[in-house]
Structures are given as C-alpha cells and as structure tokens.
C-alpha cells in the first residue's frame, strides 16, 4: 500500500539530484508536485524532467528563470513559453512519435514518475482523463508518486492503476486544467470539414486529432448525421457529436469512445466520468499500428503546415524552428495502411493567414519532414480533393496544383514558388 503524506513537499522527498523523473501530461498533470519540485529547486541540482504536453501554462513555470538554471527539461511536445522566449536554454526536444514513448521511457528507466490519479474505488485509482505514457512511466519507475485528486473522474477501458504500483500519495482537491482552444468560425476550415466528413464511411473508426480542422469535420459529420467510432483523443467537438447521437460501437454493447487523452474542457471530464461508453487506453494500444490495423476501414485524418509537391508534409517546423511536436500521426498513418479498407487523410488550407502557398515545391532546406511521401493516402484542401495513391511522382504533382490556391498554381508549374 502507498503511503499517504499531508503536502507535495513530503510526497517528493524521494527525488533526489540528478534523478530522472517523467511527469504525467496533458490534463493530467500533477500540478502539485510540479510546483513542489520547483521550490525545493535548489536542493535539486541535476534533476531532469520529462514531459509531453503539459496542459495549462501555470505548469510550464519551471522553464523559467531562475528554476531553468536547476533543472533540465526534455520534452516531445515544444510548449508555447519556449517558442515566445519565456523559457531558459535547458529546454530539449525530443524527436518521437507517441507510438515510440513507450519503448523510451523503458530504456530510460527512470528513478521517479509523477502521476495524478482518481480517488481509490474498489480497491484500484484511475489515469481518469489522460492515459497517454503514464501507464508506462508507473511500470519502468522506482519510485511512483501520485496526486489523488478527487476532481478527477474515474474512467473506464484501460485505466485502472493498483495501490500496489504507487510508492507515495498527497490527497489534492482542484480543478483540471483544460486544453481550451479559440472557436472561431473560419468558412475556409468549415469547407474543409465538409469535404473530409464526406470521405468518411458511415460507422468508421475514426482518428482524428486537435484545432481547428478536426473540429470542423467533427462538426461536418455531425451535419452530415454519420456515426463513428471514435479512436484517438476526446475534445468538446467530440462530445458534441456523442451527444447528437453521431458515436457508435464496432461490436454489440462496446464502447462509442477510444481515447488517450482529453483535450478539452470541463464538458469532456464531465463526459468521461463514469460511462462505459468510453474507453481510455494507453499509447501502447491507441499509437501501435499492429492494434489498428485490427480495426476495419479505419480512417485518420489528421493536417500539417505545409506540403511539397512530392507529397512531403512538414508538420512540427517552422522557418527552421520547432514550433510542435510529431505526435501521433506517424503511427495512425501506418495504422490506416494496415487496416483492411482504412486510408488517411492530410487536410489543410490552401494558404497561409498571410496568403502564402502551403503546397510547395519542396519543402525548405532544414525543414524535417514529419510524414513521407509514401504514407500519405488524400490530401484535402477547399480547393478539393487529391488522391496521391497510386500516382506517380508527375501525376500526384499535378493532382496537389489541382488543389492549390488558384493565385499560385502557375508558379507552382515553374517551380518558381
């Protein structure tokens, strides 16, 4: 059995220099114990933290002056205090998919895991909302230290965690923090949505992933009436859609709802919170290829900043810097190709907010290309559709002009872009 301490500052007693300690993510972060690592900082020379997102920005305060002279940070998601020069030097990105965290955090081997876990229920806690690596860093772990948050809700699928797996508890009582995106109407993302909703089967599973495209095929589909399984992650656009009826099970009494994370609001933690419609597994099952392409016409959509015309997509850099991490869609790509029936689908718009071409010649010297031109089934933009498999290098260039912006097709022709 854990044992149960009164404050965040005891519950980390256990970390010592130079320890390697992997913090749960996305709305599960264990904001207590973040904050307890930052003021006990001094005595903590060495220590480097692990991370993927980290939702709410209070609880990226240890990238800062003058905890970033204390601790190290090394991350698989760029947080947006780095790229607006909030942060220190000791920021370090990680060049992996969500499908590989798992494998990295086994040969990492770390000396601590920080979780944050829902009130014990008949003898076990829950992941609740955010299931992502933590299941992983409580196995590879010496030491597991936990938040018990009753705000957290339990969840249902693959997210139960044993008192015996946990080292050390803190009892906690706080909100969750959101991933709270603007929703503004943009008729160009509404285009897209309707032209990608429509490329969906009807009872599909269904990845999708976060921002303003996918939620506006949520919303298309939800127009559209069409049922889906969804896989992936649970955002407010998604509840909406269950709600209107618009979830479905692949088999008799299963759950409508697959999830790693929620990145959403309140709506979607109120939403999970004890129904067995949804599900929440770990990374080991929602980003392994092999366990999608199990599933049956299995769709993944997912969009980028810019692509060239050989297919390249470029979806994590910018001007040469990294502004986003890989996530997951290298692995639900390779899913879908698995999948008996499945495709994919890279939707963006045509243009910049400046008016720029997303479709390039070629991808910018020094951009890395985050999907290869052999995985991408269907490229949408407003413009259209283009179907690049089984297009030769010349066709499938001509088939990404056909969807450009009408302003740069011809200097797409010459290249001159």
């Known amino acids: 059995m854990p044992t149960q301490v009164q404050t965040a500052r005891e519950a980390i007693a256990a970390i010592k220099p130079g320890d390697k300690v992997v913090v749960a993510g996305c709305s599960g972060v264990p904001a207590e114990l973040l904050r307890a690592i930052m003021e006990k900082s001094e005595e903590l020379p060495g220590v480097t933290l692990y991370s993927g997102m980290l939702c709410g920005p209070g609880n990226y305060g240890f990238i800062a002056p003058p905890y970033d002279e204390r601790l190290r ?88 965690v044993a008192p015996s797996d946990v080292d050390t508890i803190v009892k906690t009582s706080r909100t969750l923090d959101p991933f709270d995106q603007p929703t503004t109407h943009d008729p160009v993302l ?35 009436g069409r049922q889906v399984t969804l896989h992936s992650i649970i955002t407010d656009e998604g509840v909406d859609l269950a709600l209107a009826g618009g979830t479905c099970p692949l088999v008799p009494g299963g759950p409508t709802i697959v999830a790693v994370e929620t990145l959403g609001t309140q709506k979607c933690f109120d939403y999970i919170a004890r129904n067995e419609r949804v599900h929440m597994v770990p990374s080991t099952r929602m980003q392994n290829p092999m366990e999608l392409g199990k599933l049956r016409g299995f769709c993944s959509i997912n969009s980028c900043l810019e692509i060239d015309l050989l297919g390249q997509c470029g979806s994590e850099m910018l001007g040469g810097k990294q502004i986003s991490g890989i996530g997951g869609s290298t692995d639900f ?85």
């Open 333 to 417: 790509m390779e899913g879908s190709w698995l999948s008996e029936g499945g495709f994919n689908v890279v939707a963006l718009p045509s243009t910049t907010n400046k008016g720029h071409s997303r479709i390039v010649p070629m991808l910018a010297g020094g951009t890395a290309v985050t999907l290869p031109r052999h995985a991408v089934h269907t490229v949408v933009t407003e413009y259209g559709i283009a179907r690049l498999f089984n297009l030769s290098d010349r066709d499938r260039r001509d088939a990404l002009i056909s969807i450009a912006h009408p302003d740069h097709r011809a200097a797409l022709r010459r290249g001159q872009l």
């Open 190 to 224: 509404a285009t897209i949505g309707d032209i990608v909703a429509e490329l969906i089967p009807d009872g599909s599973p269904l990845q999708i992933g976060v921002g303003g495209i996918p939620s506006a095929v949520l919303t298309g589909l939800k127009r559209l």
């Open 73 to 160: 940070y090394v991350t698989w998601h760029m947080p947006t205090a780095f790229m607006k020069g909030v942060a220190g030097a000791r920021v370090e990105f990680l060049p992996i998919s969500w499908g590989r965290i798992h494998r990295f955090v086994q040969d990492l081997q770390p000396d601590v895991a920080l979780v944050s876990l829902s009130p014990e229920e008949a003898g076990e806690y829950s992941l609740g909302v955010s299931v992502g690596y933590h299941r992983s860093a409580i196995r590879f772990a010496k030491t597991v230290i936990a938040e018990v948050n009753d705000r957290m809700p339990l969840s249902f699928g693959d997210s139960r």
